[in-house]
């Protein structure tokens, strides 16, 4: 199957991240929300992280501009979805909310068409479920940020077609990215890995073991970690590690992933990291 039109649902960091990937490699885009100041908000980020690329010399002015007039903004989903040979949901990382845009796409896409979900952690074979064509939902995880990292999980669900799955292993290496086949259990490899690691050095916070910043000086001088952990959280959004931490607490049943009650406390509270300016750390706007 060739893939041309790419519609991307979600117009947050990770969306806006892959409708930058898709359109600087030459493929059509169409950027969805539920709101059009977050459409406005994805098409102003992508031209900015567009001119550090150009700085950088990475690409040209050229370049940058046939990306962006690749790139476009629809409000509608129903109307999104049309025409799209793929379509990428990137929402929030709620199981409902995932189910109920698969309905939706379900009925409004193409019938030939894949639905991927960039879900970093919920079983690929429930969103799948919600559908009528599971054979065609995959799981297609980039990394975040989207334009800088290499790694694509791709993760097939129990009724995935063998060639939905090779189609997609095929259309991120056309991206330049590198992609790794995974299974469909809580949390794929990634995130299983990171996050109870994560969720641990928050425990280490709450028992008082060391400072945010001496267990990420530690991780990063003593294991060679680019990045600290409590920073990673920042980071990622400590509501979002809260959700991936019960997604493997519940999927997998084992209280070595329960989530920190310090992480739990601070989702509460609102500190969520950089996008609400406090986390385990402090960031001015």
């Known amino acids: 199957m060739e893939i041309k039109n790419?519609?991307?649902?979600?117009?947050g960091t990770m969306g806006n991240g892959i409708a930058h990937v898709?359109?600087?490699?030459g493929f059509s885009v169409t950027v969805t929300d539920t709101k059009q100041e977050f459409i406005d908000r994805a098409l102003l980020a992508i031209g900015n992280n567009?001119?550090?690329?150009?700085?950088?010399?990475?690409?040209?002015?050229?370049?940058?501009?046939?990306?962006?007039s690749r790139i476009k903004g629809e409000l509608l989903l129903e109307r999104a979805a049309q025409g799209a040979d793929i379509v990428i949901e990137a929402a929030t990382e709620d199981r409902a909310v995932k189910k109920k845009i698969f309905q939706v796409l379900d009925t409004a896409a193409p019938q030939g068409s894949i639905l991927a979900t960039n879900t970093s952690s919920i079983s690929i074979t429930e969103i799948g479920a919600a559908t009528q064509r599971p054979q065609n939902v995959v799981g297609m995880h980039f990394m975040n940020p989207v334009p800088v990292m290499k790694l694509v999980e791709v993760t097939s669900g129990l009724a995935t077609s063998h060639e939905t799955v090779e189609t997609v292993l095929s259309l991120?290496?056309?991206?330049?990215?590198?992609?790794?086949?995974?299974?469909?259990?809580p949390g794929f490899v990634s995130n299983r890995i990171l996050l109870p690691m994560i969720n641990e050095a928050i425990y280490c916070v709450m028992e008082g073991v060391a400072?945010?910043?001496?267990?990420d000086t530690v991780m990063k001088l003593g294991m060679g970690h680019p990045m600290g952990p409590l920073t990673l959280a920042d980071f990622i959004g400590l509501d979002v590690c809260l959700?991936?931490?019960?997604?493997?607490?519940?999927?997998?049943?084992?209280?070595?992933?329960?989530?920190?009650?310090?992480?739990k406390k601070m989702v509460a509270a609102g500190h969520?990291?950089?996008?609400?300016?406090?986390g385990f750390f402090e960031y001015k706007s």
């Open 211 to 215: 400072r945010p910043e001496e267990i």
């Open 22 to 25: 898709f359109a600087q490699y």
């Open 272 to 278: 969520l990291g950089r996008k609400s300016g406090r």
């Open 50 to 68: 567009l001119d550090r690329q150009v700085k950088k010399s990475t690409i040209t002015e050229e370049q940058k501009s046939q990306t962006l």
């Open 172 to 185: 991120a290496r056309k991206l330049d990215k590198v992609p790794v086949e995974v299974r469909d259990y």
């Open 6 to 11: 790419v519609t991307v649902v979600g117009a």
């Open 243 to 263: 959700s991936i931490m019960n997604v493997l607490h519940e999927g997998l049943g084992d209280s070595k992933y329960r989530p920190c009650p310090l992480l």
